[in-house]
């Protein structure tokens, strides 16, 4: 079966640490994949997705993402964090049309 | 756009009672799912809808009903509620089924079941 790991499940951070969230999946054809934040107490908002081409990918409020196929993993990185970042993130990976499988979820604590 | 709305934004429910949690979209979108999130567990999608007519069961559809009578409103019914249910909602959609459109989530539903 398709899972989605996301290893870290608490990370706590200083203001102006470099981040990277490890988010690996298993599954061997096409996939799409997507990173998700929800902030205290709101509902799930789309960062960034991947759906072919530069596997590099740039989506809001300055973090990137790499999909590496070879590793079946899309980490997610910004350099700088700051005290807004504090939220929980979600890595989601679509396998097919009505297929979406979400991470565990990685909390992050940023430290003014 | 109000995008994706849900109703209630809590509730308390006894053990055995039974209660629709609402889901509507403005997006005129095809594609509707809700998805339960437990601590740990990430979000496990309940049930889905590919269009006005048709649902069907996802990862964890046990003690839940749906449908879809209209594009816009895809409720979620719990027929006879277990602390097990006890959970945040959430409703989703997404412009069509395609392998490459995204979804649109609600604020949830935080259901508590004593």
């Known amino acids: 079966a398709q899972s989605v790991s996301q290893h870290n499940h608490h990370v706590i951070l200083s203001e102006a640490a470099s981040l990277e969230l490890g988010c690996n999946y298993s599954y061997g054809g096409t996939v799409n994949l997507f990173w998700y934040v929800q902030y205290p107490g709101q509902h799930l908002q789309l960062l960034l997705k991947y759906f072919s081409g530069d596997p590099l990918v740039k989506g809001i409020k300055g973090f990137e993402a790499e999909f590496i196929k070879s590793k079946f993993s899309f980490n997610l990185r910004k350099p700088s964090v700051q005290w807004s970042d504090t939220a929980e993130y979600f890595c989601a990976v679509k396998t097919g049309a009505n297929n979406l499988f979400f991470g565990t979820g990685t909390r992050l604590t940023v430290i003014p | 756009n109000a995008g994706v709305t849900q109703t209630p934004k809590f509730q308390v429910l006894k053990t055995g009672q039974s209660m629709t949690l609402q889901c509507a979209q403005d997006?005129?979108?095809?594609?509707m799912s809700w998805y339960r999130q437990d601590p740990g567990m990430g979000l496990r999608l309940i049930h889905y809808s590919v269009g006005a007519g048709i649902t069907d069961q996802g990862e964890v559809p046990n003690g839940y009903n749906v449908s879809r009578s209209t594009t816009e409103d895809f409720p979620l019914r719990l027929l006879s509620a277990a602390p097990s249910q006890t959970s945040v909602y959430f409703c989703?959609?997404?412009?069509?089924?395609?392998?490459?459109?995204?979804?649109?989530f609600g604020p949830g539903t935080r259901l508590t079941v004593t």
């Open positions: 997006m005129n979108h095809e594609y």
């Open positions: 989703a959609s997404s412009y069509s089924t395609s392998l490459l459109t995204e979804q649109y």
